[in-house]
């Protein structure tokens, strides 16, 4: 399982005011803690607050002062991404393009540059799909610009785009469905991500759908997720998840206490 | 989601006392206790005590006497099918044919003529399968012949013979593929459900694999399982599973504390 951790991003208070401050110890702070959970890759998000590339560049770096877990760059401006994926040391994951040509025609080449993996979110100029068949369809405009541009499908990661239960409450069925249909494009088949947290929007047990969602979206194909890697019944779940779907190989030790 | 409380079981010291004994008490402690924590039927398992009908028909009566839970009949002796169903108040859920032929042609007649829905191993001489396909094969003739006895597919519950993960972790992407296959066999499709405990059979994390299986095998289209409906943790889990299917509607209170 992939797991890419949501919290450094200035959608959280401590961040914002982190950023703002240039202070970087709540940044440090949750890369280590992110790291020892067992992220494999930080999310990295500077959200509203900035559209200096030189902001996005000075929370990498302050991450990577801290940990070597990889980055996966959270933006969805182009200069941006541009300017961030120099500095990252590891390979990156840029998150994210959508299947809209202009984008892909930004992001991918600077995926292929910097052997970077890419998310490629299944949204198009109509926005984001209602149903399955829209979405593999996009997935696979995605794929296919992506090979031309040399990236391989183990570069990509698919994102079948997760709507809230609570008020779409048939949109989970077909995000699975999706899902499945992914991991068909090709052998090796691209990785399918998505970002967790939504399926719970407004709901009052969060972290219950979330784990359900998330080993149901396994049991589908799903091998990585952007979600909150400190939240350990999550982590034992999709541990669990990938144990069913033969992934890892078991031993009683598999899951933390 | 139907739930088959598992505990009416002379596997249980509790219950073989009480059975031996003739001391209601027990059973009709667990009959309520089950039913309360919401069980759909309740499984009552005379198991290798007695092989004496009217210890069966004893323990059903018992457990009439305190629910108007429908029984699941667990026995795998068709005199002991026979004479127990006529003392069953609602229609009963028989546990279980397999897919050899005699074995079918002793049980079908009976379900049949009582209204009663049954439990299709898809074992056949050669033992349990190993793969989807034979999983497949045994339960498309379990159904036919069901459907030639009169018996509807919605009267069907195919159990694909869930293995312990611990020593034959293959087995369970097979199982899941099976659950899968199944549902396409008719429309309305016929239930799949399973034996769920045996999925975490000689692991430390027993709990957690049950109900990660559970919302995985409901992600393939599972709707019922024998199980322990006491574990709030697993029918829980087991209820978001069926929102994110759709099978459910959303409510903020969908789950017990």
Chains 1, 2 share one sequence.
């Not at 949204?123 to 979405?135: H, I, L, Q, S, W």
Request: charged share 20%; hydrophobic share 45%; with cysteine.
């Amino acid at each position: 399982m992939i797991f890419i951790g949501e919290r450094i991003n200035t959608g959280f208070a401590d961040i914002k005011q982190a950023v703002q401050d240039k202070d970087p110890k709540p940044l440090q702070e949750w890369a280590r803690k992110q790291t020892a959970a067992g992220a494999t890759y930080l999310d990295v998000n500077l959200g509203a607050i900035s559209s200096k590339p030189e902001d996005m560049c000075w929370m990498i770096e302050t991450v990577q002062e801290a940990v070597d877990t990889p980055i996966c760059i959270d933006s969805n401006k182009a200069n941006i991404l541009a300017e961030a994926i120099k500095v990252c040391k590891a390979p990156a994951l840029i998150n994210s393009t959508t299947a809209v040509a202009e984008k892909l025609e930004q992001v991918l080449p600077i995926a292929a540059e910097h052997n970077a993996s890419v998310i490629g979110v299944v949204m198009d100029e109509a926005g984001a799909p209602k149903d399955a068949n829209k979405r593999v369809e996009n997935a696979g405009m995605i794929l296919a610009c992506a090979m031309e541009h040399g990236i391989p499908p183990e570069h990509i990661f698919l994102d079948p785009i997760v709507m809230p239960l609570k008020f779409m409450q048939e949109q989970a069925g077909q995000i699975l469905e999706a899902t499945n249909q992914f991991k068909l494009f090709s052998d090796p088949p691209p990785h399918v991500v998505c970002g967790l947290s939504n399926i719970a929007n407004g709901t009052r047990h969060k972290k219950l759908i979330n784990r359900i969602f998330l080993a149901m979206a396994i049991a589908n194909g799903m091998d990585a997720a952007i979600c909150d890697v400190m939240d350990t019944a999550l982590v034992n779940a999709a541990l669990t998840a990938e144990l069913v779907m033969n992934k890892a190989i078991y031993a009683d030790s598999y899951v933390k206490k």
